[in-house]
């Protein structure tokens, strides 16, 4: 499973910015997905998982009501809608993918499989 994730940048507090994660190596509608992301010196946070279908999701507490993921199976694509960005939202966001078809979205332990990353720098 390979997984590349774009769309990082450098936004301004209260700004929006939408990441992309484009899947390819196996059939991508039928897996769930994730975000995760993280700073350095702490763990790997889980943020957001959508089901295989698009029709449930999860969010962290940390960014419920601000982020937003969804994905277009015939694009084999994920995403994740970011608003009011704070600055504690600066992080290395990485998508992620779990091994089996069976995997629980929510469960972030679940995921397995990782992209590269794309830095998300929010300035005060």
């Known amino acids: 499973v390979q997984l590349q994730a774009s769309g990082g940048g450098l936004v301004q507090a209260g700004g929006s910015l939408r990441l992309s994660c484009e899947a390819s190596?196996?059939?991508?509608?039928?897996?769930?997905m994730g975000w995760f992301r993280q700073t350095p010196g702490k763990e790997r946070e889980f943020i957001a998982g959508?089901?295989?279908?698009?029709?449930?999701?999860y969010y962290a507490d940390s960014v419920k009501g601000r982020f937003t993921i969804s994905r277009d199976n015939a694009k084999n694509t994920v995403y994740l809608q970011m608003n009011s960005l704070k600055p504690e939202d600066t992080a290395l966001y990485f998508c992620?993918?779990?091994?089996?078809?069976?995997?629980?979205?929510?469960?972030?332990?679940?995921?397995?499989?990782w992209g590269q990353g794309t830095q998300v720098t929010v300035s005060s």
């Open positions: 190596g196996r059939t991508f509608s039928i897996y769930a």
């Open positions: 992620a993918a779990p091994r089996y078809t069976g995997s629980r979205y929510f469960r972030g332990r679940e995921y397995e499989y």
């Open positions: 959508i089901d295989y279908s698009g029709t449930s999701t």
